[in-house]
T-cell receptor, first 117, second 115 residues
Framework: AQKVTQAQTEISVVEKEDVTLDCVYETRDTTYYLFWYKQPPSGELVFLIRRNSFDEQNEISGRYSWNFQKSTSSFNFTITASQVVDSAVYFCALSELTTGTASKLTFGTGTRLQVTL | DAGITQSPRHKVTETGTPVTLRCHQTENHRYMYWYRQDPGHGLRLIHYSYGVKDTDKGEVSDGYSVSRSKTEDFLLTLESATSSQTSVYFC??????????????FGQGTRLTVV
């Protein structure tokens, strides 16, 4: 069964600090996809990134970067020079190929990031 | 923004009453999902659908049923609401294909309070 663990419940940083959000996953599949979502205080869920299991290249998008390591089953998310607007709950999610015709999207419990001035 | 609308956005109901939440999409996506969000639990899958009249259970399906008679609508029913079902409910849609590689788009959420 697929499982996603986000061990960090809450992280507090001061603006301009770098912060890494951890995500560890479990799957029996060789083909799967990993996702990160952001949930700001307004409550909506915003898609950030998708990564497939065959692509271990790190990805950078502005101040955001993602480190995917199959060897440790991790897909960590780093925010460089954090800003107050980064304050949100961040979710990691996993989707497997072999769950049948309807692929389940399994989420971690989320990490609440608080960025203060 | 993905065309996905949840209704109602807020609801207060009494214990023991049936409640139906509606998710409506204009994207013609094949896959639709209902999640509940609770503190400390993240998003947990209740039920999902992979086509009209094709649905399956998620990890927290007890006390809930769903129906999908049209591609665009996915209904979640609490058969007899209990206080433990007080939560924020999110509907999500995903494009067709294998349904594995596409991201999900979420509705705005429905805050349900059972008193």
């Amino acid at each position: 069964a697929q499982k996603v663990t986000q061990a960090q419940t809450e992280i507090s940083v001061v603006e301009k600090e770098d912060v890494t959000l951890d995500c560890v996953y479990e799957t029996r599949d060789t083909t799967y996809y990993l996702f990160w979502y952001k949930q700001p205080p307004s409550g909506e869920l915003v898609f950030l990134i998708r990564r497939n299991s065959f692509d271990e290249q790190n990805e950078i998008s502005g101040r955001y970067s993602w480190n995917f390591q199959k060897s440790t089953s991790s897909f960590n998310f780093t925010i460089t020079a954090s800003q107050v607007v980064d304050s949100a709950v961040y979710f990691c999610a996993l989707s497997e190929l072999t769950t049948g015709t309807a692929s389940k999207l399994t989420f971690g419990t989320g990490t609440r990031l608080q960025v203060t001035l | 923004d993905a065309g996905i609308t949840q209704s109602p956005r807020h609801k207060v109901t009494e214990t023991g009453t049936p409640v139906t939440l509606r998710c409506h999409q204009t994207e013609n996506h094949r896959y639709m999902y209902w999640y509940r969000q609770d503190p400390g639990h993240g998003l947990r899958l209740i039920h999902y659908s992979y086509g009209v009249k094709d649905t399956d259970k998620g990890e927290v399906s007890d006390g809930y049923s769903v129906s999908r008679s049209k591609t665009e609508d996915f209904l979640l029913t609490l058969e007899s609401a209990t206080s433990s079902q007080t939560s924020v409910y999110f509907c999500a849609i995903r494009e067709s294909g294998t349904g594995v590689n596409t991201e999900a788009f979420f509705g705005q959420g429905t805050r349900l309070t059972v008193v």
